[in-house]
């Protein structure tokens, strides 16, 4: 398996910067899943990093992305707005799916999301204005509440994991799961809380999210997204 350190270039109407970013790319992969962090964290985030060791395992690639700035993270840590922008996350999470279509080692897999909290947000946002790019999303104890009215607008098949007792996301999960409009389903991890960090319970993430970006990554797109 390939494993790279990147600086992606990402440009905007307003601003231009560069985000670290790590690709991990096994032999023979179809697919590529882009994981959008939550609340005050980053491509180092071991619960991320184990569910990217399962999908790598399973042949899938994935892109870890710090999607704020050095910069911005340490204005971020004085004043926790930068990881509730779910607008400009989203814009981040499109620009850097753009670059996975123009980039040569990705051009060709099909992209998937896996977003964390506020993450979770950001990536069904983003799915919703890249309906033709994306082809499945998974969240984990996601906030997709976050997503308001994109909710309604996202093509691409969604999984809704939360854990057991985590009563107010569980919540908020099955409300947004009744405004999807797409192929969803919500799974519920027994005795989990928001971080998953219970015995087992990242491990029955790891294995729910593996099985759904395999079926959605592996098979032809659907036309009528496109």
Not at 143 to 154: F, I, K
């Amino acid at each position: 398996m390939e494993q790279r350190a990147l600086r992606v270039p990402l440009r905007s109407s307003s601003a231009s910067i560069t985000l670290e970013a790590d690709l991990s790319l096994p032999a023979a992969c179809s697919g590529i899943v882009l994981f959008a962090h939550g609340s005050g964290s980053s491509r180092f985030s071991p619960r991320n990093r184990q569910v990217a060791e399962s999908l790598n395992a399973a042949k899938l690639a994935t892109l870890l992305v710090d999607l704020l700035t050095p910069d911005e993270e340490a204005e971020d840590e004085r004043t926790r707005e930068l990881r509730f922008d779910i607008a400009m996350l989203a814009d981040r999470l499109v620009g850097l799916t753009d670059w996975l279509r123009s980039h040569e080692q990705t051009a060709r897999l099909r992209i998937g999301y896996f977003g964390a909290s506020t993450g979770a947000g950001a990536a069904l946002v983003a799915a919703a204005q890249r309906p033709d790019a994306v082809d499945a999303v998974v969240s984990r104890g996601g906030r997709p509440d976050l997503a308001g009215a994109s909710l309604e607008r996202v093509r691409a098949p969604t999984l809704l994991i939360v854990g057991g007792n985590d009563g107010p996301v569980i919540d908020m999960n099955w409300q947004a799961a009744a405004a999807l409009r797409c192929e969803k389903r919500l799974s519920i991890v027994p005795g989990a809380t928001h971080l998953f960090e219970e015995p087992d319970a990242l491990g029955a993430v790891s294995t729910l999210a593996r099985d759904w970006f395999k079926s959605h990554l592996n098979q032809p797109r659907n036309h009528a997204k496109e």
